[in-house]
């Protein structure tokens, strides 16, 4: 068979493309929060980690922020969902991994969503979310600020807190004024859901009331600490203490998502 070289050049372009494109994928992180670009200052990557981390502890839910420069030039929600399938973000046979993938200098960004929480972050919600959460903040140059808060979201809607029609429904009857105000609300409600979780499963453990274990819990945490606020010596708070990312589980991604720029 007579062999074109024109055919032979095709291929080997298509093959030469396809091994760049493999090698453009960073190697797997070894934490939720990654931060290729120097964007988030140390305190504030150690407030998102932690965060993430313990949730995680406390549903096995995956969500991993990615910062990188650029994508090369590929589409910033497919790159999203390779990525997030690369590194196996999520657990296997759950497929409960979220990623938000943020390309500063392509001024892009994407929420992918893992197999098993798509009936949950809905591509209207994962858009909604880059819409009035992300893409002001980072107009502003407020990234951590904007992290933070779509990444409160997006727990609250996965730990059932709210579903996705009802975030849209009220974002949408809300003031622009007000969203900082609903923001505020959301942090209050899942660091009150998440406390009661930990007070409730120490008060079971000792077999005490709920509100001696509180009082409990309190002095410990003043006695080690210095403060009232942070429960972190479990493995369900959003401020986890010594708590540590153990590697993702193996979760695999669809098309389930959003992506927009800023």
Known sequence: MKIN????????????????????????????????????????????????VAFNDSTSTQI?????????????????????????????????????LIAKDDHKMAIQVGYGLEPLLTDALSKRIIEQVLKPAFREDRYFEGLQSAAQVIMSVCAGEFTADQYIKKTREQKPKDASMLLLLLVFVIVFWVMKRKVSRYARGNNIPFWTALLLMNAASNRSRGSYSNFSSGSGGFDSGGSSFGGFGGGSFGGGGASGSW
């Open 5 to 52: 070289h024109k055919t032979v050049l095709i291929l080997l372009c298509c093959l030469f493309s396809t091994m760049l494109f493999a090698a453009d994928f960073p190697e797997r992180s070894s934490t939720l929060v990654t931060d290729y670009t120097n964007t988030l200052d140390a305190g504030s990557l150690q407030t998102l980690e932690q965060q993430l």
């Open 64 to 100: 991993a922020i990615v910062i990188m420069a650029s994508t090369g030039g590929y589409e910033i929600k497919d790159y999203a969902a390779q990525l997030g399938e690369k590194w196996g973000i999520g657990q296997k046979g759950k497929n409960n991994g979220v990623i938000l």
